[in-house]
């Protein structure tokens, strides 16, 4: 079940759709050019088609075993994640201050997003290692930063997060797992903590997990949790790696999807700890791994959604069944109208989520570059879009991977061709690091009511402005009619939605927070598509043909849809509590 990294797609976005020239002309990136840039997407595409997608279907049948404690990885994922490291993918996008590559996020965004799509059971070890050691730098003391950073870094050493209880699920406030001050600067951790995403293999010399626990004097709820670093193995002063810390797995997940991916119970029984930022902060903390997780949680959900398309595009072209209209005899089903309606259909949303995660690591990167007062607005655009990116992109992948099942007709519900489990891998992204409908109450409640909607009206303005581009395109000659009209009235309607989160009550906007999410991922990805197809037709790119027809798909097909949510959002409440939930069973 081959893959081919979409290379061409992604450069061009990154060209036209996220203006990353912007960002190479900063200081930090300067020396960073599209040829580097070409290079590094295109070695990304060879190391995911060559090496992690060729045992992404023997991952999925041979799942990650469990004996004594220890946790072995299925079939060729030891060799592959060596190779990973040894190719250094995993420090790609480190800061050279950190010892990493010191390339833009954004890149790392299109390499991950190949890795995902290649394996993605495979790709979410080394994502949450890039997490851990995330959190780890921003909070961690310095004498920690110096023991396990740079083999995190390097990937030599793995990361996992370990937030989930039995009671403690999307609200961590139960967490019940204790932190008692061993007064030498350790603390001993004790409690059980459950899906936790490679929570233990046999691919890394060491695990770093990062443990919310809470100390005996901490106050009830999430104001009372602290986060610690427990590593597997205990690290010497020496850097060397000695005995093994007082904490296991004792159960694997048997689960739907990802079966490749080690998804453990673990147990800790007064495991050595070391607290990481200060005490009571340790959801502050994880927020800063939690939200780059998000954003490439999104990534996955493209991924997963462009591999499902890619093996659909296959098997359109050589699936013979009944004669399509005006072909000849045994011309493939990519002839008939409704099986090339959808391709255009997953290919167009693919592009326009794509394109949201491109800009959403974009804000954060030009966020470390730019001075105080620029960088507070590219913050603010960062968090704005990584609800928008995790939420919209992982609904879009599950959609996609479920019309490539469609595609390959009865086919597709057998395993053997490997559709099923794309649609079985995808699910799982809407779910974890946090589910949509948390990521659509974030956006209306932090990212929106609580700066008066002042981030999302600045976006507006500047999506505005690419009837501009539309404008100087038409000067020569193409045709945008039909892209800026749809846009003209998206950004209408998403205005007005703003207008109805900021005035409506608490049940109405939480009634209305997945539409709202739903309706402003339809704009925003339509714009950056109108935009992309613009800036290609002026600089005369050769993709701009192409990008323009899924941009005028977008604009008739897709866009319009914003209208239907808001008309939702005017009675939000009303429409979702109207039925008596006593009755919900039966009238």
Known sequence: MSYAGPVKSMHY??????????LLEQPAHEEVSHELISD??????AFAGDVLAPINWDGDQNPAQIKDGNVTASPGFKQAYHAFVESGWQSLPVPAAQGGMGLPSVIGVATNEMFYAANMAFGLCPMLTSSAAKAIAAHASPDLKDKYLSKMITGEWSGAMCLTEPQAGSDLGPVRTKAVDNDDGTYA?????????????????????LVLARLPDSPEGSRGISLFLCPKFLVNDDGLIGRRNAFKPIGLEHKLGIHASPTCVMEFDRAAGWLVGDVNRGLACMFTMMNEARLFVGVQGVAIGDRAFQAALAYANDRVQGKVPGGQENDPIIGHPDVRRMLIDMKTRLMSARAINMATAMAGDLAVCADDVMAKLHHAREALLTPIAKAYSTDIGVEIASVGVQIHGGMGFVEETGAAQHYRDARIAPIYEGTNGIQAMD???RKIRRDGGEAIKA????LGAIDEICQKAVDKGAEFEA??????TGLSVLTE???IILKADEMDALSSAAPFLKLAGDVISGAYLIKAAANGTLSGDDGAAEMKALADYHALAILPQAGAQINFMRSAAKIVFGFPALQLTDL
């Open 443 to 445: 956006l209306i409640g």
């Open 189 to 209: 951790i004790t409690g059980q903590k459950i899906y936790i995403t490679w929570g233990d293999h046999d691919c890394a010399d060491n695990i770093i997990h």
């Open 40 to 45: 590094v997407l295109s070695g990304a595409a």
């Open 13 to 22: 976005l990154l060209r036209h759709a996220v203006d990353i020239d912007a």
């Open 497 to 499: 939605a703003v207008e």
């Open 459 to 462: 976006l507006i303005t500047e």
């Open 483 to 488: 892209a800026r009209g749809a846009l003209a």
